[in-house]
């Protein structure tokens, strides 16, 4: 099977585009996986399907698979990169698009100085909802945070402080003095994959410059660590101002490149996220029958 794709990078992170507005292209787990390898595939972070509107008043739909090929939530540079495809594409001509999302739906808007704009909703912070099991643990308040311990194994610190978030998605940031030191390698598997949370969790590491500048790391769920990821810059933002770190917009420096982050701190208020989006290259790969 021969499949046309675009690839396209988001801050660093990395996708495979794929159009199915015209028609399914029947993939799999395995083919996901396949496409997402950097060795023997595309190479990618995650995979981005379009799809026609599923419903009235909604213009596209979005699928998102992880690099494992498992399908998820929700990701916040893959949603502006989805939109400048479509507008490049010429699927559509609108600068403000409404996508549906497993998660919901999302609203990117295209710039003019060519970065694009989302409304990533209402930040979910309720334990539950995450969601993390917090059966039997204490939480101190830090302002108006919530911070769970996290116990961990060895070579990890025995137990981290977390802030539980979801942006569609789930979310575990904690604050460290130095990202660049810090071993998310080692802490970052431990807790995507720890017990508390049953969907795993993406982990993400915030060092807190000043009130309107942070550095970012994150080890996403079913990808490893990545360049940039858009939901835990968001979900670091929300837990910053959450612990009265952090002011309503604040620029997320990833290792990939700079993002935008504005919140009002309300429960009913949406983030929204600014960032790049740009297509690297275009092409057309064969599927192997056996995989």
């Known amino acids: 099977m021969h499949i046309r794709f675009t690839k396209m990078q988001g801050a660093g992170n990395d996708f495979v585009v794929l159009d199915e507005t015209q028609g399914s292209l029947g993939l799999t787990a395995t083919h ?21 509107s599923p419903a009235e008043g909604v213009d596209f739909e979005y699928l998102i698979h992880n690099a494992d090929g498992g399908e998820v939530e929700q990701c916040g540079n893959g949603s502006r990169c989805f ?11 609108k600068t403000t698009i409404r996508v549906q999302t497993m998660s919901g739906v999302i609203a ?9 704009t989302v409304d990533m909703g209402a930040p979910v912070l309720e334990a539950a909802r995450v969601p993390f099991d917090a059966q039997g643990l204490q939480p101190v308040q830090r302002h108006r945070a919530q911070v769970w311990p996290l116990a961990l194994q060895a070579p990890a610190p025995a137990r981290v402080d977390v802030v539980v978030v979801s942006m569609g998605n789930p979310h575990a940031v904690q604050l460290v003095d130095d990202v660049d030191q810090f071993p998310v ?82 429960a009913q208020d949406h983030v929204f996220m600014t960032g790049p989006a740009t297509t690297v290259f275009e092409g057309q790969i064969e599927i192997p029958d056996a995989l």
């Open 32 to 52: 996901y996986r396949f496409l997402a390898d950097r060795h023997f595939g595309v190479g990618a972070d995650q995979i981005l399907t379009v799809r026609p």
């Open 83 to 93: 939109a400048r495809f479509v507008h490049d594409k010429g699927l559509t001509q």
């Open 108 to 116: 990117p808007q295209l710039m003019a100085d060519g970065r694009v």
């Open 185 to 266: 390698d080692v802490v970052g598997p431990q807790v995507e994959r720890h017990v508390r949370f049953p969907q795993r969790v993406n982990a993400g590491f915030l060092q807190v410059q000043n009130r309107g500048q942070t550095r970012l790391r994150v080890y996403e769920r079913g990808t490893g660590e990545t360049l940039a990821c858009g939901t835990g810059a968001c979900a670091a933002v929300v837990a910053g101002i959450q612990q009265g770190l952090l002011d309503a917009r604040v620029d997320v420096q990833t290792r990939g490149g700079l993002l935008t982050i504005a919140w009002e701190g309300g």
